[in-house]
Structures are given as C-alpha cells and as structure tokens.
C-alpha cells in the first residue's frame, strides 16, 4: 500500500518585508539637537556655527565624547564610573612625566599612557568584578584615589612644554596633502564625500540584508530622508573646517572608535552579553553568560578609554595640570542619559550617547558666546539633563502601558 504526501509547491517569491517601526525616542533626541543648534544660531546672530566655533566645538568636546563611549557601555550593563574624570587628570599627568621627566618619545609615552589607564580598569573591574564590590562605591574611592595620586605626581603644580607632535593630537589638524582652493581644504572635502559613501553603502547593505532574513526594515520614506539629513549634516560639517583649518586630528580618532565601538555593541558575542546583562543579570548568567568576565573587560576599556581622553586633554591644553578632568564623568554620564540610555541598564547607543555628548556641547559654547554665567550654564545643564531622564521614564510607562 502506497501512500502520497502532499506539500505545498515551493515558490521562490519573497515573503514581502514588515515594516520597522521608527525609533522616535532616538529621532527626538535628533531633533532637540538640531533645534537647539538652530536656537543658538539665531541668538548669537550666525556666530556659534562659525568656521572656527565648528573647529573648536569638536576640539572642546573630543574628551567627553570618548569617555561616553566608554560610558554607555558601563551604564548599558547596569553600572556607572565616577573616577574617570580624576582617571584623566592622573594619566595626562603619566604622559607629561614619562615625556619631560623619563625623556621617552611622545608615541612611547602615549603607549604607556594607555597601559596605565588599562591597569587602573583591571584594578576597579577586580573589585567590581570579583569582590561584587557595586561599581558606585569603587570608582568613588577610585576618583579620591586618582585625584591624590594626580596631586601627588605634579606635585600640586604644571608640567608644560610638550613636544609639538603630541600636542598636535587634540590641537591640530592634517596636513593638506591635495592643497586647497581657496582657502578650502580639499582633503577635507574628500573625507566628507568618503565618509557619506560609507554611511550610505552600509545603511543599504544593513537594510538589504534585514530584507533577505525577512526582519522588519525600516519605511523607504524614513530610511531615504535619514541618508539625506546624514550627508548633508557630513558635507556642511566639513565645509567649514575645510574652510577654517582643515580636518582636526581628534576628530579622525573619533571616528574610528564610533564605527569600532557601534560594530562591537551590535556586532559581536561580547556587545549581546552586555546588552543581557543590562536587559536581566539573572536570565543572562542562566543563559550562560561569564558575567564577570564581561564586568572585568568594560572595566579595563573604560579605563583604556579614559586614559585616551587623558591624552587628548593634555595636548590640546599644551601642559598637565592638577585640576584636569574636573566633572568629566558628570559630563560623560550626562551625554549618556541625554542620548537615550536607560537609568535601568540595558537600552543605550554609541550614536546617542554622542548626539547628547553633542547637545551638552553646543550648549556650553553657546551660552558662553553669549556671555552667560558660568552658574546659570551649570543649572541650565543640569535642567537639560534632569527633563531628558524624566521623559525616557515617562516613555517607558507608556510602552508599559
């Protein structure tokens, strides 16, 4: 006795895509940041986006915009680092000594510079880690600590007259290799029309792929528009420091460590485990994951990232000073929870943590050009930061809901 099997015809037609549905929280934060750029321009008469004011706005911010990559990762695991802000302090006062005082090379000196701020993450991730000492209480007595040991190195003074290469790490810019037009640096431009290419092959190769696992994507009109506010934003970015001095060292660093970190956090074992940990620390360790591990590895990056800042602060400001670093991790944290992190742990961006870095930023030069007191900008601050909290919580209830 024979028996047939009936089964559906295979067809080869695609099962059409769902649609994503659009992350407003983070277009919001988008959004405040374009109309908060807007605002400055018309109150400081066209001054805050001034060749220069670009130039400087990336300069001034480069340090705070590393130590919140670092950050959000911290925060997306469900901790946070006080220390960082002293961490800078102590290894820009590292570098100076290992230039002046030890006579090493500058690239040497910036070597040992992160080694240093790499053993300072392994020490505080031992104890965090390990120990299950909360991440609250370690960096407290890390950020008393490091402040000393800072005080201690320079010995309450400044170590000045750094060789012209390191400082030109957060004070200049490349040279232009294809000359200029004018005063325009064409190798700027050629950066910007780079740069828009990439973003634009790796959105549509991303989208592509999304459509081929038959994942949700993202509507054509909203994918289409975000590309063209991207390379606009990139192109008017890099015209005008193309017109003031080219393309600052700093921001090529910052770059790369946004496209290493993005990959790292959404790409890879070790960003899943992060978000996990966040997301549900039980239901991670049932599903496996070496959560000690992970805690030891962001306590070591934050640290190496910090040390980086360090770096980067102590050559723009041409000399290592006791004060350095005073409320970078405020700042950091800040630029962390504007972009959209959950208080919580588990939600948060290198790319939001870097538009609130950039909201903070844009801020603080344009209520200095408008001669604002510095008290009045610490409030003003602190108000931004208290409303971009209360309404990721009111969120939240709502999704709840």
Not at 60 to 85: C, E, K, T
Not at 246 to 266: E, K, S, V
Request: glycine fraction near 12%; proline fraction near 2%; charge should be positive.
């Amino acid at each position: 006795m024979s028996t047939q099997t009936s089964t559906a015809p295979a067809t080869d037609k695609p099962v059409p895509s769902r649609k994503l549905a659009v992350d407003f929280r983070q277009y919001g934060i988008l959004a405040a940041l374009v109309a908060i750029i807007a605002l400055f321009e018309v109150l400081t008469g066209g001054r805050l986006l001034l060749p220069g004011n670009v130039n400087n706005l990336i300069q001034q911010n480069s340090y705070v915009l590393i130590l919140a990559i670092g950050m959000v990762m911290v925060i997306i695991a469900g901790h946070i680092d006080l220390s960082v802000g002293s961490l800078v302090a102590m290894v820009g006062a590292v570098a100076a000594l290992a230039m002046n005082d030890w006579h090493l090379p500058w690239w040497l000196a910036v070597l040992v510079a992160l080694l240093a701020g790499a053993l300072v993450g392994a020490w505080q991730g031992f104890w965090v880690a390990y120990v299950e000492i909360p991440a609250f209480i370690v960096t407290l007595a890390g950020m008393l600590l490091f402040r000393g040991l800072t005080l201690i190195f320079l010995h309450g003074g400044t170590i000045g007259g750094l060789p012209r290469e390191f400082v030109a790490i957060g004070a200049g810019w490349l040279p232009s290799w294809l000359g200029t037009i004018g005063r325009t640096d064409v190798l700027t431009l050629v950066l910007g029309v780079a740069a828009c290419a990439l973003l634009t092959v790796s959105m549509v190769s991303t989208r592509n792929g999304r459509r081929k696992l038959q994942l949700p994507v993202e509507g054509s009109g909203s994918f289409w528009g975000k590309i063209v506010v991207a390379v606009l934003a990139i192109m008017g970015l890099c015209w005008q420091l193309a017109n003031y001095s080219g393309t600052p060292i700093i921001l090529i660093i910052l770059a790369a460590l946004i496209l290493a970190y993005n990959f790292l956090l959404n790409r890879s074992v070790f960003g899943r485990h992060v978000y996990a940990m966040g997301g549900n620390l039980f239901a991670a360790v049932m599903s496996g994951v070496k959560t000690r591990r992970v805690n030891f590895a962001l306590f070591v990056n934050i640290g190496m990232l910090a040390a980086l800042a360090g770096v980067v602060s102590t050559s723009r400001a041409g000399s290592a000073v006791a004060s350095a670093g005073q409320n970078y991790e405020l700042d950091a944290i800040a630029a962390v929870f504007i972009g959209g992190a959950a208080v919580q742990g588990g939600v948060g961006t290198v790319t939001g943590a870097m538009i609130g870095g950039l909201v903070m930023g844009v801020l603080n030069m344009g209520l200095s050009i408008l001669s604002v007191d510095a008290a009045w900008q610490m409030a003003i601050k602190g108000l931004v930061l208290l409303l971009a909290v209360a309404f990721d919580l009111v969120n939240k209830r709502r999704g709840g809901r």
